[in-house]
Every structure is written in structure tokens, then in C-alpha cells.
């Protein structure tokens, strides 16, 4: 049961931060422009005694605020001498994600689904449908695996011999690769930042499948012979069959997502538009 209660827990743990691991570039300009614009704000503070009311002030004022108009959509709403807010969205969200800074509110923030209908409008129905759709598919995704351990383990524990946990622990292991390849497959698009903490999660749990396949192979024979041997080996078939899984999806998603030297550049910075600052070059 505690192993259940393990693999479901830490399931769930990756599930809820898929939001971060595989977020859209746009997301990712948007907030960085945000921050810098909160850093800005700090030390135009600091020098006027004053935040600035638009971004006209910031780049009277000497500040280089750099982002790409046309697609971040970056905004002071209000500012007086003691407090500001300002939102940061991409053009053309494909996510609803809006982020903003309101020192009435604590600061920095990301929009809850009733306040982001304000700023993302027409289009809002539609990426929430697909958003569901995304959510259906992983929690569809998560009950089958769900299912796959739990008959997993209670075979491995039903036949354990002499050897046996040479076969049961490394389909248990292989399990979280498959998990990680699975999110993967149905999040990753040509929209979708391949950071390099991705990239590394990805190899690493492909070093894990394979590694457990070594282990599987070669345990294989120092497993007692008997009946339940027979069982068992359904344990090491699968094993096999998730590694090989964890290698297309990995040699997929390289192949079709490759990062840019600029991990953002194909997305912020088409060849055809120059980088642009908020209001012209200086």
C-alpha cells in the first residue's frame, strides 16, 4: 500500500508542475518583461521618489526596457508615488495566462481564471476547452498508469522468489520515466519553450530506463526457477516496453523541438523583425 501511496503521490507532484516545466514562449517573454520592468520600477523609485506612470517615463528617464511589440503586450494600468500595477500577456495567448505586479495585492502575481477574462477575450472559451482537453489526456494518461502499477506490484508481490526484486524494482523505477514521457508527449508542441531543465529530465530519465532494462536482463537469470518465474517475466517484457517508449518519445521530442542558442529566439525574435525596444531604438 505505501508503495501505492508513492507512486501516486509523486504522480500527482508531476502533474501539477507541468505548467512550469512546458510553458509556451510567449508565457515566458511576457513574464520576463514584467520582471525586468519590476526591477525598473525599483530603481526608477529609488531616484524620483515616484514609480513611473507609463512606459514613455521609463525611456525618458534613461531606462532600456527591452521587449517585442506586437507580441508582449506590457502595461503600467496605475502609478502614483507609493504604488503601481502593471499586467504582461502575450499578444496572442494560446494559454490564458496573464501575469501582473500590484503592490496592493503583494506584488507580483498570476491571474486567476475570472480575472484573466478582462485581458484574454475573444479566445478565452477556446484555450480553456483546449486546456481541458490537455488536462483529460493526462488524467486519462495517469489512471492507465495507475492501473499498470498497481497490477505490476501486486504481481511481483504475489510471486516473489529467490531473485525476484531484480525484476520488481526496476519496472517500479521504470515507471517515472514513463510518467515524465508520457506529460511530455501530450504537452510538448512547436509553441513550447525546450528548456534546458526539460532537455536534462528527459536524458536522465532515459539513462534510467535503460539502466533498469540492464538490470531486468541480466537479474533475469538469477531469478528461481518456477511457476511463478512465468509471471514474473510479464514484469521484465514490460520494463523493456516502457524504455523503448521513453526512447521514441525522447528521439521525438529532440528531433522536433530543438533549442535555439536563444532558447526563446525562434519564438520572440523572427528572422523577418529586428529586436525592438518599447518605443523605437534609442
Same mark, same amino acid.
Request: charged share 20%; with cysteine.
Given at each position: *500500500? $505505501?508503495?501505492?501511496?508513492?507512486v501516486?503521490?509523486?504522480a500527482?507532484?508531476?502533474?501539477?508542475?507541468?505548467?512550469?516545466?512546458?510553458?509556451?514562449?510567449?508565457?515566458?517573454?511576457?513574464?520576463?518583461?514584467?520582471?525586468?520592468l519590476?526591477?525598473?520600477? /525599483?530603481?526608477?523609485?529609488?531616484?524620483?521618489?515616484?514609480?513611473?506612470?507609463?512606459?514613455?517615463?521609463i525611456?525618458?528617464?534613461?531606462?532600456?526596457?527591452?521587449?517585442?511589440?506586437?507580441?508582449?503586450?506590457?502595461?503600467?494600468e496605475?502609478?502614483?508615488?507609493?504604488?503601481?500595477?502593471?499586467?504582461?500577456?502575450?499578444?496572442?495567448?494560446? &494559454?490564458?495566462?496573464?501575469?501582473?505586479?500590484? &503592490?496592493?495585492?503583494?506584488?507580483?502575481? /498570476?491571474?486567476?481564471?475570472?480575472?484573466?477574462?478582462?485581458?484574454?477575450?475573444?479566445?478565452?472559451?477556446?484555450?480553456r /476547452?483546449?486546456? /481541458?482537453?490537455?488536462?483529460d489526456?493526462?488524467? $486519462?494518461?495517469?489512471?492507465?498508469?495507475?492501473?499498470?502499477t498497481?497490477?505490476?506490484?501486486?504481481?511481483?508481490?504475489?510471486?516473489?522468489v529467490?531473485?525476484?526484486g531484480?525484476?520488481?524494482w526496476?519496472?517500479?523505477i521504470?515507471?517515472?520515466?514513463?510518467?515524465?514521457?508520457?506529460?511530455?508527449l501530450?504537452? *510538448?508542441?512547436?509553441?513550447?519553450?525546450?528548456s534546458?531543465?526539460?532537455? *536534462?529530465?528527459?536524458i536522465?530519465?532515459?539513462?534510467?530506463?535503460?539502466?533498469?532494462?540492464?538490470?531486468t536482463?541480466?537479474?533475469?537469470?538469477?531469478?528461481e526457477n518456477?511457476?511463478?518465474?512465468?509471471s514474473?517475466?510479464?514484469?521484465?517484457?514490460?520494463t523493456?516496453? *516502457?524504455?523503448?517508449?521513453?526512447?521514441?518519445v525522447?528521439?521525438?521530442t529532440?528531433?522536433?523541438y530543438?533549442?535555439n542558442p536563444d532558447?526563446?529566439?525562434?519564438?520572440?525574435?523572427?528572422?523577418?523583425?529586428?529586436?525592438?525596444?518599447?518605443?523605437?531604438?534609442q
Open positions: *500500500m $505505501i508503495r501505492y501511496c508513492t501516486i503521490l509523486l500527482l507532484m508531476a502533474l501539477s508542475g507541468c505548467s512550469r516545466l512546458y510553458e509556451n514562449a510567449g508565457d515566458i517573454q511576457a513574464r520576463q518583461a514584467l520582471e525586468d519590476i526591477g525598473i520600477q /525599483e530603481e526608477y523609485h529609488k531616484k524620483n521618489n515616484k514609480f513611473a506612470r507609463n512606459l514613455i517615463e525611456q525618458e528617464a534613461g531606462h532600456k526596457l527591452e521587449y517585442h511589440t506586437g507580441i508582449v503586450y506590457l502595461e503600467i496605475s502609478a502614483n508615488d507609493n504604488a503601481w500595477r502593471a499586467v504582461a500577456l502575450p499578444a496572442e495567448s494560446t &494559454t490564458a495566462r496573464v501575469f501582473a505586479f500590484d &503592490t496592493n495585492k503583494g506584488g507580483y502575481y /498570476e491571474m486567476d481564471d475570472e480575472e484573466v477574462s478582462s485581458y484574454v477575450l475573444g479566445s478565452l472559451n477556446f484555450i /476547452e483546449q486546456r /481541458e482537453d490537455m488536462q489526456r493526462d488524467t $486519462i494518461g495517469f489512471v492507465l498508469l495507475t492501473i499498470m498497481v497490477f505490476g506490484i501486486r504481481t511481483w508481490r504475489r510471486n516473489r529467490a531473485g525476484s531484480w525484476l520488481g526496476p519496472f517500479t521504470s515507471l517515472f520515466p514513463l510518467l515524465l514521457a508520457s506529460i511530455t501530450n504537452h *510538448m508542441d512547436t509553441e513550447i519553450a525546450l534546458k531543465t526539460l532537455q *536534462m529530465l528527459l536522465a530519465s532515459l539513462l534510467v530506463s535503460f539502466a533498469c532494462v540492464v538490470v536482463v541480466k537479474g533475469y537469470g538469477k531469478v518456477s511457476e511463478q518465474k512465468i514474473l517475466s510479464a514484469l521484465a517484457f514490460c523493456v516496453f *516502457m524504455a523503448v517508449i521513453n526512447l521514441l525522447v528521439t521525438h529532440f528531433l522536433n530543438q533549442e532558447p526563446l529566439e525562434k519564438y520572440i525574435k523572427p528572422p523577418s523583425l529586428p529586436p525592438r525596444t518599447a518605443f523605437g531604438s
